[in-house]
T-cell receptor, first 113, second 116 residues
Framework: SAVISQKPSRDICQRGTSLTIQCQVD?????MFWYRQQPGQSLTLIAT?????????ESGFVIDKFPISRPNLTFSTLTVSNMSPEDSSIYLC??????????FGPGTRLTVL | GESVGLHLPTLSVQEGDNSIINCAYS??????FIWYKQESGKGPQFIID?????DKRQGQRVTVLLNKTVKHLSLQIAATQPGDSAVYFC???????????????FGKGTKLSVIP
C-alpha cells in the first residue's frame, strides 16, 4: 500500500489568511484526491488532483477557494484561501493505485479563529 | 455525493463479543465497496473491500457482507478487542462521467466502543 504524508499535521490560523497543505506519496499513483472532514462528520470529496492540468472540483467547491496543484505523480498541494471559521476541518489527501484500493493520509487538522 | 450527519451512530460491545456494523448505500451503479476504520486523530485506514460480483468476503477477524437487492453492506468483527474502538465508514465506488473517473462516496460512519 502507498505511504502518504501530509504537512502540516495541524495548524491554527487567523481568518482571512491562506494555508497550503502538502501531500507526498512514496510511489507514483494515478489518482490523487483531496477530502474534507468536518468535526464529527463523514468525508466529502473536494476535488480530484490531475497531474499537469486543472483539478476537477465537486459541487460546492471552487478553484478560487481551494486551489490545487499536482506537478507530478507523487505530490500535490491544497490551499485553503481566505479562511473563515467554517473552514475548520480535517483535510485529507487520498490516493488510488492501479488495483482500485484507495488510501488516505493522516490528515491536516485546521482550526480557523 | 456528500454524506452529512451531525451525530454518529454508536455501537457499544463487550470485549470478546462479535460486532456488526451496518451501512446502506444509495447508488445501484456502485460496483466496489470498502470499509475504513478511523481512529481518533488519524486518517481512514483500509480494512476490507468487496466487489459487486461477490456477496461475502472474509479477512482476518473481519467479514464483509453485500446485499445488492436492498443495497446493504455490513462489517462483522469477530472477538472484538479494545483496539477495534474507532469510527467505521463504508464507502461505495462508482464511475462518474462528469469527473471521468471512479469516485468514493462515504457513509455517515458508526462509532464502535469496546467495553473491556
Amino acid at each position: 500500500s502507498a505511504v502518504i504524508s501530509q504537512k502540516p499535521s495541524r495548524d491554527i490560523c487567523q481568518r482571512g489568511t491562506s494555508l497550503t497543505i502538502q501531500c507526498q506519496v512514496d510511489s507514483q499513483v494515478t489518482m490523487m484526491f483531496w477530502y474534507r472532514q468536518q468535526p464529527g462528520q463523514s468525508l466529502t470529496l473536494i476535488a480530484t488532483a490531475n497531474q499537469g492540468s486543472e483539478a476537477t472540483y465537486e459541487s460546492g467547491f471552487v478553484i478560487d477557494k481551494f486551489p490545487i496543484s499536482r506537478p507530478n505523480l507523487t505530490f500535490s498541494t491544497l490551499t485553503v484561501s481566505n479562511m473563515s471559521p467554517e473552514d475548520s476541518s480535517i483535510y485529507l489527501c487520498s490516493v488510488r493505485d492501479s488495483f482500485s484500493e484507495q488510501f488516505f493520509g493522516p490528515g491536516t487538522r485546521l482550526t480557523v479563529l | 455525493g456528500e454524506s452529512v450527519g451531525l451525530h454518529l451512530p454508536t455501537l457499544s460491545v463487550q470485549e470478546g463479543d462479535n460486532s456488526i456494523i451496518n451501512c446502506a448505500y444509495s447508488n445501484s451503479a456502485s460496483d466496489y465497496f470498502i470499509w475504513y476504520k478511523q481512529e481518533s486523530g488519524k486518517g481512514p485506514q483500509f480494512i476490507i473491500d468487496i466487489r459487486s460480483n461477490m456477496d461475502k468476503r472474509q479477512g482476518q477477524r473481519v467479514t464483509v457482507l453485500l446485499n445488492k437487492t436492498v443495497k446493504h453492506l455490513s462489517l462483522q468483527i469477530a472477538a472484538t478487542q479494545p483496539g477495534d474502538s474507532a469510527v467505521y465508514f463504508c464507502a461505495e465506488s462508482a464511475f462518474y462521467s462528469g469527473a471521468g473517473s471512479y469516485q468514493l462516496t462515504f457513509g455517515k460512519g458508526t462509532k464502535l466502543s469496546v467495553i473491556p
